[in-house]
């Protein structure tokens, strides 16, 4: 599967933004997708994981009660609506995708990445 994630910019803080990752291939609904970040002199970290269904979600205490991420099976879309953004969360987003059914929040295990998005939010 190829992915390919969308939707960053510069925001300010306390603005919202919604990340799309466009998934290549008739199997998406198999993937088990997550979202991470790499902010600027730090290693990347997971941000939010959705189940293949999505039925199952999963995030980082960082981003929990701002970010929602959720799926589109029909278009082969994954999400990541951002809410309350703060300076901290300014950082290059990846969409990820494993074959499996559950959640995967483990970096290592993801096969499939995007190629990120530029997130930048200002005080």
């Known amino acids: 599967v190829q992915l390919q994630a969308s939707g960053g910019g510069l925001v300010q803080a306390g603005d919202s933004l919604r990340l799309s990752c466009a998934a290549s291939g008739r199997t998406y609904s198999r993937y088990a997708m997550g979202w991470f970040r790499q902010a600027p002199g730090k290693e990347r970290e997971f941000v939010a994981a959705?189940?293949?269904?999505?039925?199952?979600?999963y995030y980082a205490d960082s981003v929990k009660g701002r970010f929602t991420v959720s799926r589109d099976n029909a278009k082969n879309t994954l999400y990541l609506q951002m809410n309350s953004l703060k300076p901290e969360d300014t950082a290059v987003y990846y969409c990820a995708a494993e074959q499996t059914y559950g959640l995967v929040t483990v970096q290592s295990s993801y096969e499939f990445w995007g190629q990120g998005t530029q997130v930048t939010v200002s005080s």
């Open positions: 959705i189940s293949s269904s999505g039925s199952s979600t």
